[in-house]
């Protein structure tokens, strides 16, 4: 009864760990192909680059509205995303005194609008799409801070993926401990990647 038991557990394993395999292929591709992209910034940077300015002007008009040293940034940035019709996911900053950077973005294009408090003035201008900073926006999207349902959904999905990159793994352990025939050189793959991985977090 107890080998019943037990060949049934493996042959689940090892279809959780096909199927898991087969779900988790356009992640991987993202998340490599975005790696490369940031790791090689410069590279693809160049090889994309038609020549055209990644920035256009979408509008530059007089705008006046104080925002006060301890203004809460996010909900000023809503209000001005709202009275020009720019609801989407952002990130908001305030570099100096004088200015605020609020960056709208979506997996396709970004907005960027600075308001230079001072001078009344707000500039808005948008990205030009190009291949490598698609991929490497979807690599860095994620988290619950943004206020639309999306973003949300999205990052509950990320949670999902990464639960089953562990789960996909320890399936791939548990089969590579039940494959004695081969342990001792899938050990020394095992082994070599983690001794690799583990001096570079100790050296840098």
């Known amino acids: 009864m107890t080998g ?10 090892r279809r959780t760990h096909l199927y898991l395999g087969l779900a988790l292929i356009p992640w991987v591709l993202v998340y490599g192909l ?7 910034s410069p590279f693809f940077n160049k090889l994309f680059d038609d020549g055209a300015p990644p920035w256009n002007t979408k509008f530059e008009q007089e705008y006046h509205r ?39 973005r979506d997996f396709i294009s970004a907005t960027r609008l600075t308001y230079f408090i001072e001078e009344g ?29 999306l973003d949300d959904l999205w990052a509950v999905v990320l949670d999902l993926v990464c639960v089953a990159f562990v789960v996909w793994v320890a399936s791939g352990l548990y089969m590579w401990w039940k494959l004695r025939q081969s342990r001792f050189w899938e050990a020394v793959a095992l082994v070599g990647g983690v001794l690799c991985f583990g001096w570079f977090l100790w050296a840098l």
């Open 66 to 104: 104080p925002v006060p040293e301890n203004a809460d940034l996010r909900e000023v940035a809503t209000e001005i995303l709202s009275e020009f019709g720019l609801r989407n996911s952002f990130v908001v900053s305030r570099p100096k005194p004088n200015r605020m950077n609020i960056f709208v």
């Open 121 to 149: 003035r707000l500039l808005a201008e948008e990205r030009r799409f190009q291949w490598n900073i698609f991929l490497v926006w979807i690599h860095i999207r994620g988290g619950y801070q943004q206020d639309l349902y």
């Open 4 to 13: 019943d038991r037990g060949a049934t557990f493996n042959v689940i394993n």
């Open 34 to 40: 975005s790696s490369l992209m940031i790791n090689h």
